[in-house]
């Protein structure tokens, strides 16, 4: 009996060793390879099984790794990483000390380009093929971007510069929601075959130079073959771009895939192919409910049933989701908006009891902002629900449309911190340092889930721009108020009274702050603010304490540690900042990751005692 096929492949030159016959059958290994890892180890799922076929057909016909291919969002790589020497390491997928669950330049010479966040691919294959052409090197470059990731401006500034450079790049629509165009069928394949030719492709620029010569007849031959594209093919709009487009073609039909892709390597300049695939492709659950198989925890494979997670605290996305509708009943001005996170960000509920006040403005974070403002302006209160990583791509924005006007939007800032399994492209390591540098924004971090629903209503209620910052996961087990209530604007809370050593905490650090106080009978203050910083509490602190020391979930170069030194310096008061290093901290356990950075309970106790030596001697 022969061994499997996917067992036979290490590196897409083996692959390339087989027949086309005998790939539809490793397609359907590779698509159990997967479905039985993921069911161990968890991952992105859905969008993962329906890009098997293509990413066997682009392995098949490119000569990678000297061809590039470029994956947008980073989502559906994990064909991509069996296929390239990586299905043995499948196991350690998004675990400390193995394999990312993104393309990473460094983990393997297939990965052309590292992602995290999407719409990234045009702009980066593009830079690819200018520098080809610069070098003299006849390399082939593909982006593979999905549907969602095209409704990002960014995606459309590369295909405006691509088409005008006449650059030898072909982009691939991976279309899994049926957005742009009907079911495919037999015409479809068809036309995608037709105008990918090397005979559509002579005769297309034969004609062209033979009207040169007659202007009139040039015009009429060009506006009569984009109307007749725009009545069968839904490729005008990339068309005018100056990208010659191919499709839709079924991804999952891998003798289409194959002719079509060998037909659109020999062709010269921008080439666009529209390759419609079906998420969860080949198990039925992640067919049905692609959104609830996007991302998954453990689950059986027979049934699809994931495993059952021990009851535990609300998460800080379920707190927020909550407040937002029990906000939007008590003040009819709030108005939700999300870049494309309805799920992630907890506005389900929301979005389905106050349809008119939702908006949900697509892989646009620039423009979710902007829009907040415009809102604003006119008396209404919108609350921006963001992920923090998302955030930094609408920086010029919130400086510029949001607080340099001074504006009442408020910004929920989901997975500040470390994220986990997600890695260095999710977290949210930086947003404190970011925000404080910025006039007139408030800035607060939540110790528990309570204060996060206090927080989210004081900051509604401020009249200015205002962020509240939370992590991913779990509270610690706060009974959460139903009132909605505000805090004080700069005040901290003493939380501990101790001697000689204050820890100033700011977020969710204080449960271990707190342990680690015990062991040194050091007085624990729950800072809240960012920006204003209790100053009163800070001098008070300073005088009553040898040793100040910060606390965070942030990096320490520029962080809220870095405010209270600013404050203190005049004082010479010592001040130890505690918080992430400078450096990508990457994926893993959550709690571990935070042990590897000293911030667990005992790294804080080693700190202080280590730096409470230093100054004794």
């Excluded at 099984?49 to 990678?64: K, P």
């Excluded at 095209?150 to 006449?166: I, P, R, V």
């Excluded at 492209?425 to 540098?437: E, Q, S, V």
Aim: aromatic share 6%; charged share 20%; hydrophobic share 40%.
């Amino acid at each position: 009996m022969n061994p499997p096929l996917l067992e036979q492949i290490d590196t897409p030159v083996q692959l390339r060793q087989l027949s086309e016959q005998q790939l539809p059958h490793l397609a359907i290994e590779l698509r159990q390879f997967l479905i039985n890892t993921l069911s161990r180890t968890g991952g992105h799922f859905a969008s993962n099984l329906g890009v098997i076929e293509l990413t066997i057909a682009l392995h098949y016909v490119f000569n990678t790794p000297d061809d590039r291919l470029v994956w947008d969002v980073g989502h559906q790589s994990y064909p991509h990483k069996i296929l390239t020497g990586r299905r043995s390491a499948m196991s350690t997928l998004r675990q400390s000390d193995g394999i990312t669950g993104f393309p990473k330049r460094d983990e393997s010479i297939y990965d052309s380009f590292g992602v995290g966040h999407s719409s990234t691919s045009i702009s980066a294959a593009l830079g690819m093929a200018i520098a080809n052409h610069q070098l003299g090197l006849d390399r082939k470059v593909v982006a593979i971007i999905g549907d969602g990731a095209m409704t990002a401006g960014m995606a459309f500034e590369a295909l405006n510069h691509g088409g005008d450079l006449d650059a030898n790049l072909l982009v691939i629509l991976n279309d899994n929601k049926m957005s742009i165009s009907p079911n495919v069928g037999g015409l479809s394949n068809y036309l995608a075959k037709l105008l990918s030719s090397p005979f559509y492709a002579s005769m297309r620029e034969g004609s062209k130079q033979l009207l040169q010569r007659l202007p009139t007849m040039r015009e009429l031959a060009k506006r009569t073959e984009e109307h007749m594209k725009g009545m069968i093919i839904p490729g005008t709009l990339f068309e005018e771009f100056g990208f010659n487009y191919i499709g839709p073609v079924d991804g999952h039909d891998l003798p289409t895939l194959l002719k079509t892709l060998k037909n659109v390597k020999s062709l010269a300049g921008p080439q666009f192919l529209h390759v419609v695939t079906q998420k969860g492709k080949g198990f039925p659950s992640a067919e049905d409910e692609p959104c609830i198989y996007h991302g998954v925890t453990p689950f059986n494979p027979k049934t699809g049933e994931m495993v059952a997670k021990s009851a535990k605290a609300p998460n800080y996305t379920q707190i927020f989701g909550d407040w937002l509708c029990d906000m939007a009943a008590e003040d009819e001005r709030l108005i939700g908006i999300t870049p494309a996170m309805r799920e992630g960000s907890g506005l389900v509920k929301f979005s389905e009891q106050y349809p008119d006040r939702y908006f949900d403005v697509g892989i646009a974070e620039q423009h979710s902002v902007t829009l907040a403002a415009g809102l604003a302006c006119e008396g209404l209160k919108p609350v921006v629900a963001i992920y923090s990583s998302f955030l930094q791509r609408a920086y010029d924005q919130l400086i510029h449309d949001v607080a340099l006007q001074n504006l009442s939007v408020l910004f929920a800032i989901d997975r500040g911190g470390l994220v986990g399994a997600d890695g260095p492209t999710h977290a949210g390591t930086f947003d404190l340092a970011y925000l404080r540098c910025i006039p007139n924004m408030v800035i607060m971090a939540p110790a528990d889930e309570n204060e996060c629903r206090q927080m989210l209503t004081t900051g509604f209620q401020y009249n200015g721009p205002c962020a509240v910052r939370y992590p991913r996961g779990a509270g610690v087990g706060k009974t959460v108020e139903q009132k909605l209530t505000t805090l004080p604007i700069g005040k901290a809370e003493l939380r501990r009274k101790g001697e000689k050593v204050a820890l100033l905490v700011f977020g969710t650090l204080l449960t271990v702050a707190l342990e680690a106080a015990e062991q040194l009978n050091a007085t624990v203050i729950n800072m809240r603010f960012v920006k204003p910083l209790d100053v009163e509490m800070l001098k008070q602190m300073a005088q009553q304490h040898d040793l100040l020391v910060t606390l965070e979930e942030n990096v320490i170069m520029g962080g809220a540690g870095s405010a209270v030194n600013e404050y203190l310096q005049p004082q010479a008061q010592p001040v130890l900042n505690l918080g992430l290093p400078d450096r990508f901290v990457e994926h893993g356990d959550t709690a571990t990751l935070l042990a590897k950075c000293g911030l667990d309970a005992q790294g804080i106790v080693d700190a202080i005692n280590k730096h409470l030596n230093k100054l004794q001697a």
